[in-house]
T-cell receptor, first 117, second 109 residues
Framework: GAGVSQSPRYKVAKRGQDVALRCDPI?????LFWYQQALGQGPEFLTY????????KSGLPSDRFFAERPEGSVSTLKIQRTQQEDSAVYLC???????????????FGPGTRLLVL | KQEVTQIPAALSVPEGENLVLNCSFT??????LQWFRQDPGKGLTSLLL?????REQTSGRLNASLDKSSGRSTLYIAASQPGDSATYLC????????FGTGTSLTVIP
């Protein structure tokens, strides 16, 4: 595809419900990132994949958050037993095949806006 | 932990004015410094990326500088236009990826 896509764009969940957020990176991009952006704040790093390997998950706020990228392309961020403080925009980004990781531009998707009631 | 600060938090200027947005970071051990633009309800669009070995990058009316030793970067926008209205975020990439809270820019026609 032309860019990074995310689905759903909006999600309303009841407190305690599990949610799954999907990211389709740019085709061929090695690196994939997830961020959480609260209202009026900058994005906060959650986790980073290089191909299917999750190289850094230090930003995940609790063990209720889980991310996977089993075939090195599409990624899913799962939040179990959602809490109101999980309400935020979840952004996915990918970077290029050639260099990946920290030295290359990250291309962002439009985000999934999660509201937990 | 790296802390990234952006000043001012909000800025309103008349069309045509030149302006400077500031970004400071506490840990100079970074791989790159990147400036993004975010429109309401949208993701981030990369504007300029400065590698740690570089001092500045230019694209059209935009110029970004990097001074690692002082932990500062600036984004200069020349001849501002109403279409430049957005939130501008800087990101310092080291062992992790850190963003500032952004500067909300409004360019008044």
């Amino acid at each position: 595809g032309a860019g990074v896509s995310q689905s759903p764009r909006y999600k309303v969940a009841k407190r305690g419900q599990d949610v799954a957020l999907r990211c389709d990176p740019i085709s061929g991009h090695v690196s994939l990132f997830w961020y959480q952006q609260a209202l009026g704040q900058g994005p906060e790093f959650l986790t980073y994949f290089q191909n299917e390997a999750q190289l850094d998950k230090s930003g995940l706020p609790s063990d209720r958050f889980f991310a996977e990228r089993p075939e090195g392309s599409v990624s899913t961020l799962k939040i179990q037993r959602t809490q109101q403080e999980d309400s935020a925009v979840y952004l996915c980004a990918s970077s290029s095949r050639l260099a990946g990781g920290r030295g290359e531009t990250q291309y962002f998707g439009p985000g999934t806006r999660l509201l937990v009631l | 932990k790296q802390e990234v600060t952006q000043i001012p938090a909000a800025l309103s200027v008349p069309e045509g004015e030149n302006l400077v947005l500031n970004c400071s970071f506490t840990d100079s051990a970074i791989y790159n410094l990147q400036w993004f633009r975010q429109d309401p309800g949208k993701g981030l669009t990369s504007l300029l990326l400065i590698q740690s070995s570089q001092r500045e990058q230019t694209s059209g009316r935009l110029n970004a500088s990097l001074d690692k030793s002082s932990g500062r970067s600036t984004l200069y926008i020349a001849a501002s236009q109403p279409g430049d209205s957005a939130t501008y975020l800087c990101s310092a990439t080291g062992n992790q990826f850190y963003f500032g809270t952004g500067t909300s820019l409004t360019v008044i026609p």
